[in-house]
């Protein structure tokens, strides 16, 4: 009854810059979201945390990422934003969209994912 869709993945050359959303929904429901993180995860290496933010608003990050990316939120939208700019070839991964807990009226739903959008980073 609710989903993450994730979106805005694709080519980009180093040096250049990405946002990616990640939008939750629920079917016939109202939703509220707590904190919220985005991992990533590159061929043949395991899934790795970006970075998070709380409902507040209070953003950390990998030291990999520190200075280049950025997490924002739109509570209003239901949606997570992820800014990565100066991008490098190692950034090269999937990336997944996470929401430790979906509060609905009723229900709440544990440790939902995304299905991932792609990013590449080439020449």
């Known amino acids: 009854q609710v989903q993450l869709v994730e979106s805005g993945g694709g080519l980009v050359q ?7 959303s990640c939008a939750a929904s629920a079917s016939g429901s109202s939703l509220r979201l707590a904190t919220m993180r985005w991992y990533r995860q590159a ?13 507040s608003g209070v953003t950390n990050y990998v030291d990999s990422v ?34 430790p807990s979906i509060f609905t009226i009723g229900v709440t739903y544990l440790e939902v994912w995304g299905q991932g959008t792609p990013v590449t980073v080439s020449s």
Request: with cysteine; glycine share 10%; proline share 6%.
């Open 66 to 99: 520190k200075g280049r990316f950025t997490i924002s939120r739109d509570n209003a939208k239901n949606t997570v934003y992820l800014q990565m700019n100066s991008l490098k070839p190692e950034d090269t991964a999937v990336y997944y969209c996470n929401a």
């Open 43 to 55: 061929p043949g290496k395991q899934r790795e945390l970006v970075g998070t933010i709380t409902s």
């Open 14 to 20: 180093p040096g250049g810059s990405l946002r990616l």
